[in-house]
């Protein structure tokens, strides 16, 4: 019996020592795991960022990714549903890293979200395709060629014009036009290569000599130097046509002659600085195609010429919103042949000068304008120097997540084939408004101007344009476009006026 006494006693000085072992050490550990949590939850930066984490109760997750994670209570959770669970109810990121909460009332995006197991089961990316945001879920998808990302879009329409032929008392006709266009984007770690080509043609079915076929083809490349420096080679190439109530023409002509023009460019910058610095040389070359008339060909080999162009460009950036920036520059044109038809010499020198803002506002409104002076002097003494103020400039403005803006302006200077005419000053311009009402419907309005005025003869030719379209998305593939435009044309000598309506409903594929 006193055995037993004993040995009962003794187990229960062992088991009070055991209590207060216990008691001891959880008194000393809660306030330390106190303390560092206090610390975890007082970290700002944490509370910004926190990657590669793991749910826990607390936080909104959306992630698609077909793997389970392990809420505080043990049970385990679903990411792909917890955005329909109440937030008191969700579970709370854990950081494996630090192995400490995040800051209280923190939310996390899907890329901040893993699961628990080491191999979550994520389906791989296709090969060959290319990753999309899906704020444009109709974008178009795009392939990969090689290290390049490409796309193409082709639109398919059927249409009916009031005036097929653009002349005072044209017939109408109906037409089938084509349009096809394709865009190449290099994806390198440095330097950068673009490649863009489009087309259209537009085909009436009873008047031949009212075809209008457009094409245009573009490089540019983009090499990344050292200490900020990129130089940048260009070169493009387009064909159009002339109009019949072109100024240039006779009023003889019966088909549209075909214009050819081809430009390259070098360019070498500095933009990693407050100020900014800019060269750029610009060779062009004009070819006009001979034109038919009523009684034979007229031959235009005396309006082709070549064009060199000098640039500099001085910009300011202080981060601001606003970047100021000075341009100028000059060059020579050179014609084919020493005297045009009409016996004048035309070869010249012209001279610009402008100043404007570049505006970067987010993703609300973006772009540039400037305003100068250009003066062209001609070599032969008798024709007088074109000269004028000049605005140009583009601009996107984003007034709604669902609305965008977009409207440019540019002025140029345009030859004359009259005796004793120096030439014109062009001015053109356009908006574009779109606005997306659902995913897939949008619909657009757009309007331009062209403005040819000649000041030799105190002469004006202006055409306007209005229009409206809708497309609707059918798949990510294959959209539905319809098309209505009204134009009005305004000859100098009031001898040329017409107006033409055109509606167009076509199909549009891309990939």
């Known amino acids: 019996m006193k ?3 004993k040995f009962f006693s003794r187990n229960a000085d062992w088991n009070m020592s055991r209590f207060t ?7 000393v550990a809660c306030p330390l795991l106190a303390g560092v949590s206090l610390c975890a939850l007082q970290d700002d930066g944490y509370a910004q960022s926190v990657s590669r984490n793991n749910l826990l109760r607390g936080t909104i997750a959306t992630n698609s990714t077909n793997s389970n994670t392990i809420g505080t209570s043990g049970e385990i959770v679903d990411p792909t549903i917890t955005a329909s669970i109440p937030l008191s109810e969700q579970p709370v990121q854990l950081n494996l890293a630090t192995g400490s909460l995040p800051a209280l009332g923190s939310v996390h995006n899907d890329d901040d979200v893993i699961s628990l197991r080491e191999n979550p089961n994520v389906q791989p990316e ?37 005036n097929a032929t653009q002349t005072t008392g044209g017939d109408s006709g109906y037409f089938s036009q084509t349009n096809l266009s394709f865009n190449l984007l290099s994806d390198w770690s440095r330097h950068e290569l673009a490649l863009n080509a489009d087309g259209s043609f537009r085909k009436y079915l009873d008047n031949v000599e009212a075809d209008r076929p457009t094409f245009g083809l573009g490089a540019n490349l983009r090499l990344d130097l050292t200490d900020g420096y990129t130089n940048t080679w260009g070169a493009t190439y387009n064909y159009d046509t002339e109009d019949l109530t072109s100024s240039r023409l006779g009023s003889d002509v019966t088909t549209r002659p075909g214009i050819h023009t081809a430009r390259a460019t070098s360019e070498i910058a500095r933009t990693d600085r407050r100020i900014g610095l800019s060269l750029r040389g610009i060779i062009e070359r004009d ?27 001085v910009g300011y950036d202080n981060g601001a919103i606003i970047k100021p920036f000075v341009e100028g520059g000059g060059g020579v044109t050179r014609y084919d042949e020493e005297f045009d038809r009409n016996g004048d010499q035309r070869n010249s020198t012209t001279y610009f000068m402008r100043a404007g803002i570049v505006l970067d506002i987010e993703e609300k409104l973006d772009g540039e304008i400037a305003f100068g002076y250009v003066a062209e002097s001609y070599d032969q003494g008798s024709l007088s120097n074109l000269e004028g103020f000049t605005v140009d400039g583009q601009l996107n403005w984003s007034p709604t997540r669902e609305t965008t803006i977009s409207a440019n302006v540019s002025t140029g200077l345009n030859g004359a084939t009259s005796a004793g005419n120096n030439g014109s000053i ?7 408004a779109t606005h997306q009402l659902t995913n897939r419907w949008s619909i657009n309005l757009n309007t331009s101007f062209n403005i040819d005025y000649d000041d030799e003869f105190d002469s004006r030719d202006a055409t306007y344009t209005i229009g409206t379209g809708a497309r609707y998305w059918m798949s990510r593939y294959m959209a539905i476009s319809a098309d209505l435009d009204h134009r009005i044309y305004q000859s100098g000598d009031g001898n040329s006026d017409y107006d033409e309506t055109v509606a167009m409903l076509g199909i549009v594929l891309q990939r």
Do not use: W
């Open 287 to 313: 070819t006009y195609e001979d034109a038919v008339t009523t009684t034979g060909v007229l031959n235009q080999e005396d309006r082709n010429n070549n064009t060199y162009l000098l640039r500099a460009r």
């Open 21 to 27: 072992s216990r008691f001891l050490f959880r008194a």
């Open 126 to 162: 296709q090969a060959g395709t290319v990753a999309q945001i899906e704020s444009d879920p109709f974008a178009a998808p795009g392939f990969r060629l090689g290290s390049s990302i490409a796309t193409l879009t082709l639109e398919q329409s059927l249409g009916a014009s009031t």
């Open 426 to 432: 062009i001015y053109s311009g356009g908006l574009v």
């Open 3 to 5: 055995l037993k006494t």
